[in-house]
């Protein structure tokens, strides 16, 4: 069992902003970095967001991260047909001393 | 350009163990970083197992730090995982992967370049 809660599924019409929310705890978001990962299905993830709300090189600035106290969200703006993955958000915990990650959202685009 | 890539049998007897090898190119694994291993149960979430530095320094999860080990192969530029006395539960998707990590005050731990995954399935 996860300590960072995500809710299973968000949808969309391609377009629309989708928003995805990462609950978790003061030993973990509220006291380091957040990360984003996308799960295309059959794939590797890979990382979307770091550092709370950094966008590697090549990711699209449709995609953006937050974080506030023990919380943290993904944005998708302008949702497309190709963002239909899973989504995981993560982040070091200091009262486990390890990297956990979140419950995981699926993301379907109507 | 960094890629990895995991290797190892596919198919593990119950009470058995599980090794698999990260084969790390375009990256020296000594140059930096920590290496770790995360797995996905077949339609389940991502679940971290451990990381290492290239010191040898070690992350364990601690659900599963009393059967895990990791450690450096640097003439070969691999890492491997190892992981005693498997039950069905163990069968997964191992995927090894570049942790840039950073331990302080804050704790900055993000995977950044990832392999493809191996199946690993545990019979009984």
């Known amino acids: 069992q996860s300590v960072l809660s995500q809710p299973p599924s968000a949808s969309g019409t391609p377009g629309q902003r989708v928003t995805i929310s990462c609950s978790g705890g003061?030993?973990?978001?509220?006291?380091?970095?957040v990360n984003w990962y996308q799960q295309l299905p059959g794939t590797a993830p890979k990382l979307l967001i770091y550092t709370n709300n950094q966008r590697p090189s090549g990711v699209p600035d449709r995609f953006s991260g937050s974080k506030s106290g023990t919380s943290a969200s993904l944005a998708i703006s302008g949702l497309q047909s190709e963002d239909e993955a899973d989504y995981y958000c993560a982040a070091w915990d200091d009262s486990l001393n390890g990297y956990v990650f979140g419950t995981g959202t699926k993301v379907t685009v109507l | 350009q960094v890629q990895l890539q995991e290797s190892g049998p596919g198919l593990v007897k119950a009470s058995e163990t599980l090794s698999l090898t990260c084969t790390v190119s375009?990256?020296?694994?000594?140059?930096?970083?920590?290496w770790g291993w995360i797995r996905q149960p077949p339609g389940k979430g991502l679940e971290w197992i451990g990381s290492?530095?290239?010191?040898?320094?070690?992350f364990y999860n601690p659900s599963l730090k009393s059967r895990v080990t990791i450690s450096l192969d640097t003439s070969m530029n691999q890492f491997s995982l190892t992981l005693t006395s498997v039950t069905a539960a163990d069968t997964a998707v191992y995927y090894c992967?570049?942790?840039?990590?950073?331990?302080?005050?804050?704790?900055?731990?993000?995977?950044?370049?990832w392999g493809q995954g191996t199946l690993v399935t545990v019979s009984s």
């Open positions: 992967a570049r942790d840039d990590f950073t331990f302080g005050v804050v704790v900055v731990s993000q995977f950044d370049y």
């Open positions: 003061s030993s973990n978001i509220g006291s380091n970095t």
């Open positions: 290492i530095y290239h010191s040898g320094s070690t």
């Open positions: 375009g990256y020296s694994i000594t140059s930096g970083f920590f």
